[in-house]
């Protein structure tokens, strides 16, 4: 069953993760699986800016990563 998961990259100065947009994907979609999906909606790159501290990048589909992973049990 597709979910929609959130993707994003790490910002080139403050090295935190955050999102840059949301795709519906199949239940364990890889990151491959992503820029396929990407790739088919002509998606290349575009300028994002890190929320935190402004610092901005190109970011093509191969900065990108899943930021909705479950969290480990603590």
Do not use: H
Not at 32 to 39: M, Q
Not at 41 to 56: I, S, T
């Amino acid at each position: 069953m597709p979910k929609i998961r959130t993707y994003g990259t790490v910002c080139p100065s403050c090295k935190k993760p955050f999102e840059v947009g949301k795709i519906e994907l199949e239940n364990g979609a890889q990151l491959a699986d992503l820029r396929r999906a990407l790739s088919e909606l002509k998606w290349e790159a575009e300028f994002v800016e890190c929320p935190e501290c402004k610092a901005g990048k190109l970011c093509g589909p191969s900065d990108l990563i899943f930021l909705d992973y479950p969290k480990p049990p603590q």
